[in-house]
């Protein structure tokens, strides 16, 4: 099969092996996201060659933090997303684009393999738990709300290390904000990553890391099982057709769509995504940044239920849209190339 083809429908055969791939391709698939999503954010200009290691989490930074901010104030969200930017520049610095970047570096490549490992592992188990014929091979190609079942599987296991990495990313990102300003003060000390780990162990232990963990399971358990589900409509809707499955046996495709296939479907993917959980992704912002007593519990918001009535008795609907429009703009580049590089890995891996 040519490099540029990405199967389709799997045998079984070929599903398990997917599965086992699967971690590394999801490396793969963060690290070029980080790329992407950085250059879609400030140029090719402003990169460095180690810009090209991130990972998911952090690929696009700038758009992120603007986006977080956004969220959190709603000053900032009224201004905008680039003038936003521009005073963080102005204020900070360009490395206040990059506040709390080593957190979701350390942990979104982890993100990844669990969360790609997870959908992988559960396609393989129901594909050969509930569609395989007497030969082994799947009967036909797997409906689509198994798609769905395995996305929110892979999420459901990724929060372990997505709620962590989000809450020491979200209190860095906002250091330093105060009385509704969307820059931070030069005043303000600015601490490190592992200060902020370090300090939120210290005085909340795990509950305090952890903070926000039911909103974390909100978001990304039905989120990535949309995010999945879209992915594999769109692509078979624009990249398998009946001569795609001509000449396979029971049914199932050797052929595929090709990578622009895949491109679309997951930067469409990705888009939907992200649109459909941003109103509890805000909800989940604002609780991890809120302080907490000494046993890690919060001190403003006991559950997302209280965040969310006092954002909507405070701004209405359009309190839960703040900083959707970086976020959404981001994620179409990163989603559909990580994707194919997902794909590509996969295949080229012996």
Known sequence: MPITSIPGVHTIEEQEVRAKESPIGGMAAGLTRALTRVVASIGKSGISGTLAGMSEEVAGYPLDIVST???????????????????????????????????????????????????????????????????????????????????????????????????????MQV????????????????????????????????????????????????????????????????????????????????????IATVILSGGLAGMVYHASVHPIDVCKSIIQIQETDDKGRPKQFKNIFQCANAIYKSHGLKGFAGGIGPTVLRSFPASGIGFAVYELVIKLLP
């Open 69 to 171: 901010r956004m969220k959190i104030h709603r000053e900032a969200a009224k201004q905008g997303t680039f003038s936003v930017m521009k005073n963080i520049v102005k204020h900070e610095g360009f490395k206040g684009l990059f506040s709390g970047l080593a957190s979701p570096l350390a942990g979104s490549a982890l993100l990844n393999a669990v969360l790609f490992g997870g959908y992988e592992r559960s396609l393989a188990h129901f594909q050969k738990t509930f569609f395989k014929s007497e030969h082994g091979h799947p009967m036909t190609a797997l409906p689509l709300p198994y798609y769905f079942y395995a996305g929110a599987i892979g999420g459901l296991a990724s929060t372990i290390v997505t709620c962590p990495v989000d809450v020491v990313k979200n209190k």
């Open 175 to 258: 250091m330093g904000l105060g009385h509704g300003s969307s820059a931070a003060s030069t005043s303000v000390k600015q601490l490190t990553t592992f200060d902020v780990f370090k300090s939120t162990m210290r005085t909340g232990g795990l509950r305090g890391i952890y903070l926000g963990m039911v909103p974390t399971l909100l978001r990304d358990v039905p989120g990535y099982g949309v995010y999945f589900f879209v992915y594999e409509s769109l692509k078979r809707q624009f990249g398998i057709s009946e001569h795609d499955n001509e000449g396979s046996e029971n049914g199932s495709s050797h052929g595929g769509a090709n």
